[in-house]
């Protein structure tokens, strides 16, 4: 373990693997309490969370970045739960960047992997708590008495001996006054007034009301907006640019930017700078990524399948003799395409590089941190492009309308710096919905073999699975190293990327022998975290496959999976949650069946049931989904509620549209009629249904997506007899 405050790539792999697979933390940092920004004088500021006003308001500060999930409403209910205020009298602002709002998991100011409710748990109620415990005090000290004869609630501390009462806001300068206590106790959960309850968020109203601020909507004095022509080419570059005079000319346009791989078009309106760009006459030089293609990428992948270059990433037994000794094996092969993240905001940021510094508007998920983590996250990109230092470098985070991951890459804002830099103003750039379909870090393709060996009672003895895939740590860890050891559930060997292979190494059923292996493919096609990343796509094959060796044994897809889950009961509870919900096994109009899944992601358990017809024309259509969720402590079931529904539609746009192919190293997909969304009139109906539990709490924002694509294929086939093992979902007639 490096010092605290700090963080070796060692110690960060390991508590990613921990976070992605919702293992219990690795590594929890100390040392992040510092850089918190200064408060406004008169106001009560304990720590870097809390701001409490002398009208009573309380503001909660929030380091995590907003989109959509809505961890500024979490977070601060978790903080005024144990203030014992007034909800109605909450509010939040956005925390800049600073180490004071890294999350303790990724020593980095990241918002991804679930994280936010889960890392936030601890540190915001025992700065709700702190801040109580000094109210009280300042109070006792007014009224001369002993702290424990005093309570709160709603809001005001209650002189329990004579009934007097002392608004929080009348005590600010007395306990502003007063020194931090530490090892403040915690409420009992019984005693709760807000965690556990839905209540509206916070961010609503102005987004109803539309004063929101996405990163489009940033408006500043004098700025200037540029359109960016960004080669087709994966690795390709600008060779020559003809015609740029004529551009610079054309009405509004200010200034041509030609960069290594693009060439920018700024002008006084953003319409203007599309035109300019569509103006432009570039010749690129391709360089060999012009060979790229999805058949080719394919080719390689099966050959990696075959190869003897695995690593291992989960052993037990020895499944590997028992498959070899066998002569009844059960096999299949699964793969799945690369995804864009296709946010609804396409990225965007606006720069303005001013006085030897930085200032960046950005919807990003990732502010700052360690420079070797992806070039030290927004802040760190935006002093590199400038030539300044971090320290000269201020983030403003808006609101990020959707990340899914793709906010966690920061290309977008070293693209505007670079442009800015070369202007006296302030640059916004905006991406079309072309330039984020076609300029995307793309979830990986995956090639999966699968083998297996049952028992006399059906159950699996042995099972194998064969992983081909890029490695998203290695594009996002520039310096990272295959001789690092992974902190994934046991693996035996080093290098595996845990992105790669979660959801499968860390398969829950109770299979004696198990070997699960993966092999690293290396193209030049960026690749990055999609919600829920490795689950998203290895889930779809464990949970598939589970219900092909269900079929295999004659057994019924539920309770083979309750068998396998003997030593699992927080999993067998929610199977049995969402199918008693489902009506698992009671009959259903001609023409639909069901289908089943569960999966463990980021310290969360999902199961999911979805009821599947075939229309005449052949095209799956989703009626209704059970969904049950086990997150531990459910905060606002409100917002798990709405995450979980969420997350089905994400992952069902995936399960039944989602691909994007590659040809002459070139993406073919470019908006939404060729890269479908699940629309309105296709979206199913979700029923949430929350396990109640005192367990700490787990992710909502991720874990709602890997099952459905598997109950989904599973309802195919138990519908037709088809066995989908391609994703996107697609029947053959």
């Given at each position: 373990m490096s010092a605290p405050g700090r963080v070796s790539r060692r110690d960060f792999v390991k508590a990613a693997a921990a976070v992605g697979t919702g293992l219990t933390l690795a590594v929890y940092f100390q040392g992040c309490g510092n850089g918190a920004p200064p408060a406004p004088d008169g106001v009560f500021a304990p720590d870097a969370f809390l701001r409490l006003s002398p009208d009573g308001t309380v503001t909660v500060v929030i380091g995590r970045s907003e989109m959509g999930q809505g961890p500024t409403t979490g977070l601060a209910m978790i903080l005024a739960d144990e203030l014992d205020c007034d909800w109605n009298r909450v509010g939040f602002v956005q925390g800049p960047a600073a180490k004071a709002y890294y999350n303790p998991a990724l020593q980095a100011q990241v918002t991804g992997g679930s994280t936010s409710i889960r890392t936030g748990w601890l540190p915001m109620r025992e700065a709700g708590a702190t801040a109580r415990a000094m109210l009280v005090a300042a109070a006792a000290g007014r009224w001369g008495v002993p702290a424990a004869s005093c309570s709160t609630a709603e809001g005001r501390v209650r002189n329990d001996t004579t009934g007097e009462e002392l608004e929080y806001g009348a005590l600010v300068a007395d306990a502003s006054a007063l020194p931090v206590p530490k090892d403040v106790p915690l409420k009992d959960p019984k005693d709760f007034r807000i965690i556990g309850t839905s209540r509206d968020r916070l961010d609503n109203a102005d987004k109803v009301r539309g004063v929101a601020t996405f990163g489009i909507d940033v408006r500043l004095p004098g700025m200037a907006y540029a359109s960016v022509e960004r080669c087709p080419v994966m690795g390709g570059q600008v060779g020559r640019v003809a015609g740029e005079a004529e551009v610079a000319g054309m009405p509004g346009v200010i200034k041509v930017v030609r960069l290594k791989d693009r060439v920018a078009v700024v002008a006084e309106h953003y319409w203007q700078a599309v035109k300019g760009r569509r103006a432009l006459n570039i010749t690129w030089a391709e360089g060999e990524g012009a060979a790229l293609s999805s058949d080719g990428i394919a080719e390689q992948l099966q050959a990696l399948l075959v190869s003897d270059k695995a690593r291992v990433a989960r052993k037990a037994g020895d499944a590997a003799g028992i498959l070899a000794g066998s002569t009844s094996i059960i096999e299949a092969a699964y793969d799945a395409p690369y995804l864009a993240h296709a946010t609804m905001e396409p990225q965007n940021c606006t720069a303005w590089v001013h006085d030897g510094a930085v200032e960046v508007w950005a919807p990003t998920q990732f502010q700052m941190g360690p420079g070797f983590l992806n070039h030290g996250g927004a802040r760190g990109v935006a002093a590199d492009a400038a030539g300044v230092s971090t320290g000269d470098v201020t983030i403003h985070t808006t609101f990020l309308g959707g990340g899914f991951g793709r906010r966690l890459e920061v290309d977008y804002v070293t693209e505007a710096?670079?442009?800015?830099?070369?202007?006296?103003?302030?640059?916004?750039?905006?991406?079309?919905?072309?330039?984020?379909?076609?300029?995307?870090?793309?979830?990986?393709?995956?090639?999966?073999?699968?083998?297996?060996?049952?028992?006399?009672?059906?159950?699996?003895?042995?099972?194998?699975?064969?992983?081909?895939?890029?490695?998203?740590?290695?594009?996002?860890?520039?310096?990272?190293?295959?001789?690092?050891?992974?902190?994934?559930?046991?693996?035996?060997?080093?290098?595996?990327?845990?992105?790669?292979?979660?959801?499968?190494?860390?398969?829950?059923?109770?299979?004696?022998?198990?070997?699960?292996?993966?092999?690293?493919?290396?193209?030049?096609?960026?690749?990055?975290?999609?919600?829920?990343?490795?689950?998203?796509?290895?889930?779809?094959?464990?949970?598939?496959?589970?219900?092909?060796?269900?079929?295999?044994?004659?057994?019924?897809?539920?309770?083979?999976?309750?068998?396998?889950?003997?030593?699992?009961?927080?999993?067998?509870?929610?199977?049995?949650l969402a199918a008693t919900e489902a009506g698992w096994g009671t009959p259903l109009p001609d023409g639909r069946a069901r289908g089943v899944a569960i999966v463990r992601s980021f310290g969360s358990i999902v199961a999911q049931v979805a009821e599947v017809s075939i229309t005449p024309a052949g095209i799956i259509q989703v009626h209704r989904v059970t969904c049950a969720v086990d997150c531990g402590t459910a905060v606002n079931p409100g917002l798990i509620e709405a995450q979980m529904q969420g997350g089905v539609v994400f992952g069902l746009t995936a399960a039944l549209y989602g691909e994007i192919t590659i040809a002459k190293g070139r993406v073919q997909q470019n908006n939404f009629y060729d890269y479908e969304m699940v629309r309105m009139p296709a979206a199913p109906v979700v029923d949430v249904h929350i396990v109640p539990s005192a367990e700490p709490p787990g992710g909502v924002g991720e874990p709602g997506v890997p099952p459905i694509a598997p109950a989904v294929a599973n309802a195919v086939f138990a519908l037709t007899g088809q066995r989908l093992r391609r994703l996107p979902l697609r029947l053959t007639r």
């Open positions: 710096v670079q442009v800015a830099k070369e202007l006296d103003r302030p640059v916004q750039v905006i991406w079309s919905r072309e330039d984020d379909t076609q300029h995307d870090f793309y979830r990986p393709t995956t090639a999966h073999a699968l083998s297996a060996v049952l028992g006399g009672d059906g159950m699996p003895v042995a099972w194998r699975q064969r992983i081909a895939c890029q490695s998203i740590i290695r594009n996002w860890i520039p310096g990272w190293m295959p001789d690092f050891a992974m902190s994934l559930a046991g693996a035996l060997e080093h290098g595996v990327d845990p992105s790669a292979v979660e959801g499968s190494a860390d398969l829950p059923y109770a299979v004696p022998n198990l070997l699960v292996d993966w092999r690293e493919l290396t193209v030049p096609v960026p690749v990055g975290f999609w919600r829920s990343v490795g689950h998203s796509q290895n889930s779809f094959v464990t949970e598939s496959f589970v219900d092909e060796l269900a079929a295999v044994a004659g057994q019924d897809p539920v309770a083979y999976r309750r068998a396998l889950l003997t030593d699992e009961p927080r999993m067998r509870a929610v199977l049995d």
